[in-house]
């Protein structure tokens, strides 16, 4: 039998301890990492309900052309948008501004247009035109300023529809709108200088025309676009 000189037993038996404890330690279960909160929402009025509407007109503009308000850039302007939405009280993290166009990942609210939602639209060329809202358009903002701060509204989709002549002319705005929200007056002011939007699916009735519908509007695949105005929440949700 060997013998274990007690100096060199007493080492063993500490060690065995140390592993002992430490295999306990990592066998003790860890649960998720706090999430980050950059700012809190608060519901108004006492409901998480609110509803989107304009205060004033409501422009969304292709601005292949150049910025917003360029001559000649083809725009589509609308008097009335009345649409549901909810927020999402509590904590939330700083929605990221890369890559972009911006994507809001931690949604603060958000607002789900339906059809009919956006009303009263006019093309200069055209004339009268459809913006048919869809989809789950999601409220972040990316920096705080007091009670309110900037704002990225994304998952936007509008569906644009004109005729004229016999022919028609349909697109897809998609994309992100940037903008200026103060949670004392529940206010989103739009930053028309923010190319969040892109024209997809431009389709002409008549493509082989001399000039197609489209083209005489002025929107192409893959133009981009972007937006002005103020969206107004009710009631209003604050930011602490």
Aim: charged content about 10%; glycine content about 14%.
């Amino acid at each position: 039998m060997e013998i274990i000189p007690m100096r060199l037993k007493s080492s063993l038996n500490g060690l065995a301890v140390v592993a002992a404890s430490a295999a306990a330690v990592l066998a003790i279960p860890v649960g998720p990492a706090s999430a980050l909160v950059d700012y809190t929402v608060t519901s108004g009025g006492g409901t998480n309900a609110v509803t989107a509407t304009n205060v004033g007109n409501l422009v969304f503009e292709d601005t292949y052309l150049g910025p917003f308000g360029t001559p000649g850039n083809p725009s589509m302007t609308c008097t009335t948008l009345s649409a549901d939405g909810s927020v999402n009280p509590g904590g939330h993290a700083f929605t990221p501004t890369s890559p972009d166009p911006v994507t809001v990942t931690d949604a603060a609210g958000q607002v789900t247009p339906v059809s009919g939602d956006l009303s009263g639209c006019t093309n200069a060329v055209v004339g009268p035109v459809t913006l048919t809202p869809s989809g789950t358009w999601k409220l972040g903002l990316s920096s705080k300023s007091g009670n309110g701060g900037t704002g990225y509204l994304s998952g936007v989709q509008v569906h644009l529809y004109g005729e004229a002549g016999g022919e028609t002319c349909q697109a897809d705005a998609i994309g992100t709108l940037k903008g200026a929200y103060d949670g004392t007056t529940g206010r989103l002011t739009i930053d028309a200088s923010y190319e969040g939007l892109v024209l997809k699916n431009v389709t002409s009735s008549n493509p082989s025309a001399p000039s197609p519908l489209c083209n005489v509007v002025g929107i192409y695949e893959d133009d981009p676009a972007t937006g002005s105005g103020i969206v107004q929440l009710t009631p209003a949700p604050s930011i602490s």
